[in-house]
């Protein structure tokens, strides 16, 4: 519907495209259910992300008019050739940032259980640079978005989510449709 409306105002959809981390069905269920508890309590109360697209962002491509096959290919190519082994990563932190739209996302966080992350995203970096790929972002601060509140929350610790990240794809986002396109997966060594 929005890509129509789009088409009929004369502006071309946008549409991302970046790397990410997916929680196991069982482990995003747990996580849904956890925001199910908060919003039953009244703590948050905007948009929610579905059970099916939380993920932790890794690696920007960048934003697009239409998807650019070409950079699909190649980043598609530079990611086969990154080589790292597989991590147990842990969220235990519950909260907000401030985002430019003056939204509060909610967000699960972590400290050291994140390391794996960090090391994760250096090396699809440097892959990418040496590939003469762009890459936006030097460093990130990882983490899972539940929702999108008009206020922050005060940060807490929670119960850490854990699991074992085994791989990291490749996702196509059309900006407005709620879903992501996974465009590829590259597994983790063991």
């Known amino acids: 519907m929005r890509s129509s409306l789009s088409a009929m105002l004369g502006r071309a959809p946008r549409h991302a495209l970046f790397f990410a981390l997916y929680p196991p069905v069982e482990t995003a269920a747990h996580i849904s259910r956890f925001a199910d508890r908060m919003f039953e309590k009244g703590l948050l109360r905007g948009p929610r992300v579905a059970c099916e697209r939380l ?13 650019p096959n070409d950079l699909v290919g190649r980043a598609s190519e530079a990611a086969s050739k990154v ?11 519950l909260m907000s940032f401030q985002n430019r739209k003056g939204l ?3 967000v699960l966080s972590g400290d050291d259980g994140l390391i794996g992350i960090d090391l994760l ?9 040496l590939e003469g790929l762009r890459c936006p972002r030097e460093r990130i601060t990882p983490h899972l978005t ?10 807490d610790f929670i119960e850490p989510v854990s699991w074992q990240v085994d791989e990291f794809r490749l996702i196509h986002s059309p900006y407005g449709e709620s879903r992501h396109n996974v465009l590829g997966c590259w597994p983790l060594e063991d």
């Open 83 to 93: 080589k790292r082994r597989r991590f147990k990563l842990a969220l235990n932190r």
């Open 146 to 155: 539940l929702s999108r509140e008009t206020t922050a929350l005060p940060d």
């Open 104 to 106: 509060h996302p909610c």
């Open 121 to 129: 995203y250096g090396a699809i970096y440097l892959t990418l640079r």
């Open 55 to 67: 993920h932790i962002s890794l690696n920007g491509l960048g934003t697009y008019q239409a998807p």
